[in-house]
């Protein structure tokens, strides 16, 4: 799909005036206009970003001072940290090692919240082989989307002391290869995939087995926000007015799944044939993946940062980790927006 750029208020508004004349460009004031917050998402506009269409929908950024304006993402897209990078966006949806390989690129990033705290990724499997420990992985044909997804496996295969033994089988975004014999696991998003189980009558933990990684050991977000340091500290009350408004959507959208769902089938995600049921079922899974174990939304230890994160990196060949966590952490626009609340 294409990228839609939008055109921000402001913008419309200088247009606007030097169309009219210079005579009249003095009564406009930067005052008058808000600041535009532009986020580059990470994939396409689904209900993944349910509490950012409520947020939008209901003036929640508007209310906290903000024109807030989005990239989608998606194949054809360039990557979010991309984005970020060449100034277009001022916050991107990113993911943990992707980020310390765009730092080691130069890039002065910085992580100050997590969309999902605890990550949605996980294993799915058959009774007749369950997966329920990391044990039980060794030996497995691991049916995976990503090339990139073999770096993961064998990760854990190293956090968890065990021989690197598997056979990487090539999968769809569908589990039905599963369900063919063509492999004894699949790496799923337990937001996602499940449902297609669910729709061909399937029950979960009777007729499929879905583990986290989380449980295996594999503990980082699922998709964080972050910024650059000139940007956080330029803009740092934006930034807060951002999360405060992201939180409040969010916030909401605990309340009825089925609001976001559809926002994003008829208006945000329209032109992408999405289907109602399957969004608010996805809406419902991926609620609590909102708030870390403390119950806290967004939120991202940095306990969990120099524990388990910096465990993954470096199993992962990543050695260039601060030895400050504040480097690359900033929880205080987090704690601003939730205590303003």
Partial sequence: MNRSFSISRRNMLIAGASAAGAAILPSFSRAQASPTLTTAFGWIPNVQYAGHWIALERGYFGEEGLNAEHLPGG????????????????????Q?????????????????????????????????????????LVGTRI????????????????????????????????????????????????????????????KADEDFIVASM????YIQPGATFITDRATLESRRDDLVAYLKALIR?????????????????????????LDLQQQIRQNELQIPY???????????????????????????????????????????????AHASL
């Fill in 143 to 202: 049916l995976a989307q990503n090339e990139s997804d073999k770096q993961i496996i064998e990760t854990i295969f190293k956090l968890n002391n065990l021989p690197i033994d598997y056979t990487f089988v090539p999968a769809g975004f569908s589990p039905e290869p599963l369900l063919a014999g063509d492999g004894d696991v699949y790496i799923c998003f337990m937001t996602n995939q499940p449902i297609t189980l669910e729709k061909m009558g399937l």
């Fill in 96 to 136: 943990w090692l992707p980020f310390l390989d765009a730092r080691d690129r130069g890039n002065d990033f910085v992580m100050i919240a997590a969309n999902f705290p605890v990550n949605p990724t996980g294993f799915m499997s058959l009774p007749g082989r369950p997966i329920r420990n990391p044990a039980d």
């Fill in 214 to 217: 989380a449980d295996f050991g």
């Fill in 249 to 273: 959507g969010w916030t909401e959208n605990e309340r009825d799944a089925e609001v976001a769902a559809r926002l994003t089938v008829e208006k945000y995600g329209a032109d992408l044939g």
């Fill in 290 to 336: 909102t708030r870390a174990r403390d119950g806290r939304m967004f939120w991202i230890d940095p306990a969990d940062v120099t524990g388990p994160m910096y465990t993954i990196a470096r199993e992962a060949g990543r050695s260039n980790l601060p030895e400050d966590v504040g480097e690359i952490l900033d929880t205080s626009l987090l704690q601003e």
């Fill in 75 to 94: 194949p054809n897209a360039p990557n979010a940290l991309v984005t970020l990078s060449t100034g277009n966006a001022q916050v991107a949806y990113g």
